[in-house]
């Protein structure tokens, strides 16, 4: 497949609005502004992609946008662009807005006119210090070109778009954390209902989309709906698609491909990750960021990288962030430091988050520092059942406990044989083996 | 866990912003519908006028902003960039999660805390660096993944790490 959201990727001054301009940019923008679209027609359109939201959930993208109420009281719109991109394993968004920065920026004015959004905000993690000094440059060129402001290409509409840091939570790529925390707040998820659409940032209908689900609309509007639906393996996943790969693969990377790419060729084939580093034998892969299931090696057979080929498998396509570890790795070892990340930036709010967390790092850390007991490898599923499932306000107990929870079903012999022996079985780098 | 993160330092005078932070606070303010959505952005000016945000300093935020200083302090408390007390020159910030520690991003904050002689969360005598563990930093494929105040180091290892600390170290 051609790429299309990276097209530009790599580029000299692939940032710069010229390059964009000469490049076709901005076709969106006019074609929709001038070319006499309503803003329901650009939903539908939307709609009729197919496109689903990319940022983990997979909420169909066109169907978001029809929740915000015909009549709003008066209140204003906003378009939110979550740019927290902090899942560990994913770095693609990062790559869009410091690569092509007024991709997402065109789209942003398309998508904001679909909703009649005056007023959108692009909040970035704090860390992206780079991608937020692209985003603001690029925002300035838009302005003075015109594409953003008053009556832009003097069809009447304006937009403002302001670039938004955070500082540092994960819990902010939440979309009501996010909201909480542009507000001026802790990022600290809202109770749902009220839907943001309903009533989201400053009480007024909100709409929260992710980066690469923004920048897909750009594209939709240029080439067509039908154009967007037969990318992809069938109805249901369209487009293209971002997946980032890392861990013990010889090239890492970001690569894009049309969605439902099979999870093996992702790993070994050419024009992806080219193999296993060493020859080494895969072990585990995570296919969603540190959020999903992990797979076993033989459940990565015919396993298509989609919203519905990884749910298929038992586990999430997420962010796309696929995380591969070879045959050395210890998954105790995995799980405890994915758990060590969850136990970090639990928010606080829901006991069974706040005190499940740090409990199951605790655990987990017990068993690999070799002083487990047969009995925690229960404890550590029992733990699990107890955070997931709607037990808390947002769904971030129910990743903290993908890792343990799945690694302790599927890797249970290597737990018993850390407890067993107080060491690891895979010759990998367990503290005790490497000291 | 680090209890010093729900702690915000006092500086023992008073923060009064320079008249350049105070045009950029201005100019903020008019992106918001409300006063108190311009904290995040009022905080980073201040962290980039002094280094760090003071008790003091939260409390002139917090009075520009008309919020209670108590909300402040909470803010400041729940996000980690935020330097609560002041840091080296150089901020040191190894990643260590979970595509970064299949790299080997332990051993990197172990060598790095052996030659600097520092522990985590801990600043060297002469004021130059201060060494952080982070979350996901968004360089899995260039793991181990290292950012130096505002600047990324990719991929990273040992001896790539003691050029990169002797040649900050020999910065004025």
């Known amino acids: ?435 | 866990m680090s209890h010093t993160r729900y702690r915000v330092d006092a500086a023992g005078q008073a923060r009064k912003f320079p008249p350049e932070a105070m045009a950029r606070i201005e100019k903020i303010l008019t992106r918001y519908p409300t006063k108190q959505a311009a904290l995040l952005p009022v905080l980073w000016v201040a962290q980039e006028t002094w280094g760090w945000i003071s008790k003091e300093a939260a409390e002139e935020v917090a009075r520009i902003l008309g919020l209670p200083i108590s909300h402040v302090d909470g803010v400041l408390t729940f996000y980690t960039m935020f330097n609560l007390r002041p840091v080296g020159r150089h901020l040191l910030q190894v990643c260590t999660s979970i595509s970064c520690h299949l790299a080997g991003a332990d051993g990197l904050v172990e060598h790095c805390s052996k030659r600097l002689g520092i522990g985590l969360e801990e600043t060297t005598g002469d004021g130059k660096f201060t060494l952080v563990e982070v979350e996901c930093i968004a360089g899995c494929d260039r793991a181990p993944s290292m950012m130096v105040n505002d600047r990324y180091y990719e991929p990273m290892d040992e001896a790539r790490l003691d050029e990169l600390l002797g040649r900050l170290a020999r910065e004025s």
């Open chain 1, 1 to 435: 497949m051609e790429p299309v959201l990276t097209r530009r990727v790599g580029k000299p001054d692939s940032r710069s609005i010229d390059t964009y301009l000469a490049d076709g940019g901005y076709a969106a923008v006019r074609k929709v502004l001038t070319g006499g679209w309503t803003p329901a027609q650009v939903t539908e359109e939307v709609k009729k992609s197919g496109l689903r939201g990319r940022g983990g959930a997979g909420f169909p993208t066109g169907l978001k946008w029809t929740f915000i109420p015909k009549d709003t009281k008066g209140k204003p719109v906003y378009l939110l662009c979550n740019a927290d991109e902090s899942e560990p394993g994913t770095f693609k968004d990062r790559l869009l807005m410091e690569q092509d920065p007024h991709q997402l920026i065109e789209a942003m004015v398309v998508s904001s006119y679909a909703i009649q959004c005056r007023s959108a905000f692009i909040y970035i993690r704090g860390e992206f210090y780079l991608g937020a000094r692209v985003l603001d440059e690029a925002v300035a060129e838009a302005y003075a070109k015109g594409y953003l402001g008053e009556n832009i290409l003097g069809s009447g509409y304006s937009l403002d778009i302001t670039v938004h840091r955070g500082a540092g939570a994960y819990i902010c790529g939440e979309e009501t954390g996010l909201i909480e925390s542009l507000e001026g707040k802790r990022g600290q998820p809202r109770i749902k209902p009220p839907f943001p659409a309903v009533s989201g940032v400053f009480a007024s209908p909100t709409i929260v989309n992710n980066v690469e689900t923004l920048c897909c609309v750009t594209h939709i509007i240029n080439n067509g709906a039908e154009w967007f639906a037969k990318i992809g393996r069938n109805e249901k996943n369209t487009g293209p698609k971002l997946y980032c790969i890392s861990g013990h693969v010889n090239r890492p990377g970001v690569y894009e491909a049309a969605m439902g790419l099979q999870l093996k060729d992702l790993i070994f084939g050419d024009a992806y990750a080219r193999g296993m580093k060493g020859g080494r034998k895969v072990k585990a892969v995570i296919p969603g960021g540190a959020s999903a299931n992990m797979l076993t090696a033989a459940e990565i057979e015919d396993c298509p990288l989609d919203f519905d080929g990884v749910a298929a498998k038992g586990s999430m396509l997420g962010s796309a962030a696929i995380i591969v570890m070879n045959e050395d790795t210890c998954i105790v070892d995995a799980a405890q430091n994915l758990s060590k990340f969850f136990s970090h930036e639990s928010c606080g709010q829901c006991t069974p988050c706040r005190e499940g967390t740090p409990w199951l790092y605790k655990v987990l850390t017990r068993i690999e520092e070799g002083q487990g007991r047969m009995e925690d490898i229960d404890l550590l599923a029992r733990i699990c059942n107890q955070m997931a499932n709607g037990m808390t306000i947002c769904v971030f107990s129910d990743a903290a406990i993908a890792a343990p929870l799945s690694s302790v079903t599927k890797f249970r012999p290597e737990y018993e044989h850390h407890v067993t022996h107080g060491r690891c079985l895979a010759g990998g780098r367990s503290a005790l083996v490497t000291a």
